[in-house]
């Protein structure tokens, strides 16, 4: 695995509100000598930029927390502030999908090969399934807590 820290290209910006910095550090800058870049892009302007970052903090909090950070950055050179977007996810395909959802181009954000796993024959690649779908994904299931059964009652106490 790769051992680079990000380098987020922010010398000389400052974030575009109080907010956006709190927001920043909470989520990214507080952690970032324990990240991990796995793929980026920047573009040609210099106004985008496109992360998915592996933060190996994570493995010290609760179990089964998505590991894998897509990061979306933003910059206004002519104020020189920037704003960013980020998603939390588990797997780098949905990662890749999340930012080429936001424009990074799907070629740019790719994972190095040998890293993470190959694609069957058939799959899509990240974004395909993203453009031919051009719908968000819904939740079809969710578990609910199992709910206690009340001791005063009989049946419920022999099902539970």
């Known amino acids: 695995m790769p051992s680079r820290e990000p380098d987020f290209r922010l010398d000389g910006y400052e974030a ?3 907010h956006v910095a709190d927001q920043f550090w909470g989520h990214i800058g507080i952690e970032q000598d324990s990240m991990t870049v796995l793929a980026e892009h920047h573009s040609d302007d210099a106004v985008h930029s496109f992360y998915v970052i592996h933060n190996g903090a994570v ?3 609760i179990p089964g927390e998505p590991q894998l950070v897509a990061l979306h950055l933003k910059r206004d050179p002519g104020s020189r502030t920037y704003r960013f977007d980020h998603a939390e996810l588990p797997l780098p395909s949905m990662a890749q999908s999340w930012l ?3 424009g990074c181009p799907e070629e740019n954000i790719l ?3 040998g890293m ?8 899509p690649r990240p974004g395909e399934a993203t453009a031919q779908r051009r ?3 819904r939740l079809l299931h969710q ?3 199992r709910q206690r059964p009340d001791p005063n009652d009989r049946d419920a106490a022999l099902t539970g």
């Open 135 to 137: 719908r968000p994904l």
């Open 100 to 102: 080429i959802a936001r």
């Open 111 to 113: 994972l190095p090969d």
């Open 59 to 61: 493995t010290w909090g």
């Open 16 to 18: 575009v509100n109080d």
């Open 143 to 145: 578990l609910q807590p």
């Open 116 to 123: 993470g796993t190959a694609r069957g024959r058939g799959h």
